[in-house]
T-cell receptor, first 114, second 111 residues
């Protein structure tokens, strides 16, 4: 595709439910990143993939958060037993090579936990 | 550890005024610094990076290793510069290549 694609663009869920957020990076980009954007907190790094492996998952806030990437392409971020504090915009980005330089961002998935 | 600090959350100026968006960083190695911008209802995108030493949309930023700063400057702000600006730091830590962002700063340029 022409750019990083994320789905859903908006998700409203009830506290305690599980959610899955999908990211389709730019074709050929080997590095993929997930960030969380919330008011007053800026962009918080969550996890980084190089190919299908995740060398750095240090930003995942709790064990309720997990992510995987398959085929060196699509990635899914899963949040189990969602809490209200999980409400935020989840941004995915990809880059051509794993040296973080220019990241190309998607439009984000806005998650609202009621 | 990598850390980026943007001490001001908001800046409001009039068109034609100079702007300076401050950014300080903490990193023990040799950093690469970037400014990203997010215009209203648009994706976050790269504005400039220190290694390029270029001016983009009239903006410049100089890396000052002594002061560990990478402030973004523009001599004459325009209304279309209104956006969220994020300073970011790239450094290889523990084998991970990642970009660490500051909390961002909202610039409003009034007519």
């Amino acid at each position: 595709g022409a750019g990083v694609s994320q789905s859903p663009s908006n998700k409203v869920t009830e506290k305690g439910k599980d959610v899955e957020l999908r990211c389709d990076p730019i074709s050929g980009h080997t590095a993929l990143y997930w960030y969380r954007q919330s008011l007053g907190q800026g962009l918080e790094f969550l996890i980084y993939f190089q190919g299908n492996s995740a060398p750095d998952k240090s930003g995942l806030p709790s064990d309720r958060f997990s992510a995987e990437r398959t085929g060196g392409s699509v990635s899914t971020l899963t949040i189990q037993r969602t809490q209200q504090e999980d409400s935020a915009v989840y941004l995915c980005a990809s880059s051509l090579i794993p040296v973080a330089g220019e990241l190309f961002f998607g439009e984000g998935s806005r998650l609202t936990v009621l | 550890a990598q850390r980026v600090t943007q001490p001001e959350k908001l800046l409001s100026v009039f068109k034609g005024a100079p702007v300076e968006l401050k950014c300080n960083y903490s990193y023990s190695g040799s950093p690469e610094l970037f400014w990203y911008v997010q215009y209203s209802r648009q994706r976050l995108q790269l504005l400039l990076r220190h290694i390029s030493r270029e001016s983009i949309k009239g903006f410049t930023a100089d890396l000052n290793k002594g002061e560990t700063s990478f402030h973004l400057k523009k001599p004459f702000a325009q209304e279309e510069d209104s956006a969220m600006y994020y300073c970011a730091l790239s450094g290889r830590t523990g084998g991970s290549e990642k970009l660490v962002f500051g909390k961002g700063m909202k610039l409003t340029v009034n007519p």
